[in-house]
């Protein structure tokens, strides 16, 4: 069965500080991954989605990218973050070459800037 | 821009009465939706979803209903139980190759015992 892998599930950063979160997937290939941000008490805002190893789809224009070394790895980083980057981070996978394929999230990552 | 507009916002029931979550989206070409629950710190669980070529789906207390010509999504929970308690989120998959999906804003659902 498919697994979705997230880390660090919590952080703190003082503000200026980079930032690296990393996921993989597990028990599937080619799978589309995706990094979503939650503030507290919002919705889920979509910032990066991958179809492939180097593909990389930006969704809001920001202080963040994000990178897909590896078939199943995909890293959310940050040079300097603001305080305005604290959030809850998810990481997301579905699979197929069409749209209307469930998502699936990772545990998430809190991270708080301070 | 492609946008999905829940409502409401926050939605408290008592106990064994029914709950309605509504959604609407903007790109005609979405074809899958799917609904996600969300407990507090925890990541979102999908509890139901529907394709666009079908009208409703039922899943025990859980049903999620389609209006395609209106572009309307509905999560009916019936029965309410504390434990139902969470935030939903519905969600929209946008025209086919571009693999994204626009989430609504989210209900939080108070079951009151």
């Known amino acids: 069965s498919q697994t979705i892998h997230q880390w660090p599930a919590t952080l703190v950063q003082p503000v200026g500080s980079p930032l690296s979160l990393e996921c993989t997937v597990e028990?599937?290939?080619?799978?589309?991954l995706y990094w979503y941000r939650q503030a507290a008490g919002r919705g889920l805002q979509l910032l990066f989605y991958?179809?492939?190893?180097?593909?990389i789809s930006s969704e809001v224009p920001q202080n963040l990218s994000a990178s897909r070394p590896q078939d199943r790895q995909f890293i959310l980083s940050s040079k300097k973050l603001l305080l305005s980057d604290s959030g809850f981070y998810l990481c997301?996978?579905?699979?197929?070459?069409?749209?209307?394929?469930?998502?699936?999230f990772g545990e998430g990552s809190w991270l708080t800037v301070v | 821009g492609e946008n999905v507009e829940q409502h409401p916002s926050t939605l408290s029931v008592q106990e064994g009465d029914s709950a309605v979550i509504k959604c609407t989206y903007s790109?005609?070409?979405?074809?899958?939706f799917p609904w996600y629950k969300q407990e507090l710190g925890k990541r979102p669980q999908l509890i139901i979803d529907?394709?666009?070529?079908?009208g409703e789906k039922k899943d025990q207390r859980i049903a999620v209903t389609l209006n395609k010509t209106a572009k309307h999504f509905s999560l009916h929970i019936t029965e309410t139980q504390p434990e139902d308690s969470a935030v939903y989120f519905c969600?929209?998959?946008?025209?086919?190759?571009?693999?994204?999906?626009?989430f609504g804003t989210g209900t939080r659902l108070k079951v009151l015992a």
């Open positions: 790109d005609s070409a979405s074809n899958y």
């Open positions: 969600a929209a998959s946008l025209l086919a190759g571009t693999y994204k999906y626009i």
């Open positions: 028990g599937t290939s080619n799978p589309n």
């Open positions: 529907i394709r666009s070529n079908v």
């Open positions: 997301a996978w579905s699979v197929g070459l069409t749209s209307g394929n469930t998502i699936y």
């Open positions: 991958s179809v492939g190893i180097g593909q």
